[in-house]
């Protein structure tokens, strides 16, 4: 569990405050689940859970996309080609992207929550063939806020995928969909009977999405949501991240609304 | 005619599962409208008197700032309904409509409508179990945009 130093190969700026970094993986490979997370390290300064939000495909290349927020997240956003960090992981339950075989599948993503969501979306494109209709909705807060935004392009001009963005703010400028991405749940063509849901973004977000998916049929045990706390260990012994009776860092990150529910309701946790 | 507006109505997403009798009645008072991009379907603070079904396009939902940009608070498309405060005293619109493409709905006589459900009290509850799911996930949705949930950029 000792962090594996690793050299970042490449760097890109999404956003105003969030940085793409891509970490040269141990030997030639790192396997990984889509949803599941890394614990990075930024010598002298610390370590910090972050999603991996490249394709699983590409075994070759460890992505990370990372919101500078704090001291720990700010110097792993500003590291440059060459820089050296500490790699643990990857950690955590992912998305049951197998689970979503011959159904609908639906991604809902706000802000900076379609970064651990873009794993499996690479798979459902990859794997187009097993799922049924596959929709993608986006909200963010402005029209300068929307993440990985040329690739949701290329995605919006595929046919055999319906994807929406809208944001919460914008001027007159922005010709899209204004409101919140919740607002897209009831537009959107799916059999809820037969859908599984990927749900990532702010805590509220996620349960009223949820709720909206719920309230159009589909069932609770089949939306799925990634949760997030501080992590530290990663692998369930120091309890920060606990969350009821479980660990968010080892029983998740993504679990059901169905298991969740009642713990998205109280306040002291 | 009236039977072709009725088929619309009757695929359209808001009036999805009207009864017959009610449906017949609302299509009697509409009408084909088209909206060029640009052109307002209403201002706020004029009368109340046409709502709008959306079948293409896109219209913003804006409350107009004295001199600046309106604000946009929320875009319709097709399925939706643009404007609800034609049931509700004093049936004058709350904030302005735009259209931001080509637009075609159907327009339906806000006047004619209330007074049906002044008449007949079932239409009226009809309407306001139609209409209040609208205000209430336009509150919703307000009270998440006022949250700020996605956080600020620097």
Redesign the interface.
């Known amino acids: 569990m000792l962090p594996v130093a690793r050299r970042v190969v490449r760097t890109r700026r999404e956003l105003a405050d969030v940085w793409t970094i891509e970490i040269e993986p141990e030997g030639d490979s790192f396997a990984f689940l889509p949803g599941q997370f890394n614990m990075l390290y930024a010598f002298g300064v610390g370590e910090a859970a972050i999603s991996i939000s490249g394709d699983p495909a590409e075994s070759g290349r460890l992505v990370h996309t990372i919101r500078a927020v704090g001291k720990v997240s700010e110097a792993l956003a500003r590291t440059r080609p060459g820089d050296v960090i500490g790699v643990r992981g990857p950690f955590g339950v992912g998305w049951p992207v197998e689970a979503a075989d011959g159904a609908d599948v639906v991604v809902v993503a706000g802000g900076l929550g379609l970064a651990p969501l873009r794993p499996a979306l690479y798979r459902l494109f990859g794997e187009r063939h097993r799922f049924g209709r596959v929709v993608l909705l986006c909200g963010a807060r402005s029209p300068k806020d929307i993440l990985f935004r040329s690739e949701i392009e290329h995605w919006r001009a595929r046919l055999d995928i319906e994807a929406a963005v809208t944001v919460d703010h914008a001027d007159r400028e922005w010709r899209g969909n204004v409101g919140v991405v919740t607002t897209l749940i009831g537009r959107a063509a799916f059999d809820p009977s037969n859908t599984v849901a990927f749900v990532c973004g702010p805590e509220v977000m996620m349960r009223f999405a949820a709720i909206e998916l719920e309230s159009r049929g589909v069932r609770p045990e089949a939306i799925h949501l990634s949760m997030e706390r501080n992590m530290k260990c990663a692998i369930g012994h120091c309890g920060h991240c606990q969350f009821g009776g479980d660990f968010v860092c080892k029983d998740g990150p993504v679990a059901t609304f169905e298991q969740l529910r009642r713990r998205l309701a109280l306040r002291e946790i | 005619m009236i039977e072709g507006m009725e088929r619309i109505i009757r695929e359209h997403r808001f009036f999805a599962g009207l009864d017959d009798e009610t449906l017949a009645f609302v299509a009697g008072c509409t009408r084909n409208v088209r909206f060029d991009a640009g052109q307002y379907l209403f201002h706020a603070g004029e009368p109340a008197n046409e709502f709008y079904l959306i079948r293409h396009g ?1 219209v ?1 939902l804006e409350l107009p700032v004295p001199g600046k ?7 319709a ?4 309904v643009v404007g609800v405060s034609w049931l509700v005293p004093p049936f004058r619109w709350l904030h302005d409509a735009r259209a ?2 080509l637009v075609r709905a159907i327009g339906v006589d806000a006047k004619c409508l209330r007074r049906k459900c002044d008449d007949d009290h079932n239409v009226g509850y009809e309407m306001m179990q139609r209409f209040v799911p609208v205000l209430v ?1 336009r509150l ?2 307000t009270r ?2 006022v ?8």
């Open positions: 896109r913003a940009d309106a604000i946009t608070f929320q875009t498309g097709e399925g939706d931001t493409d996930d919703q949705a998440l945009q949250l700020d949930v996605y956080g600020t950029s620097r």
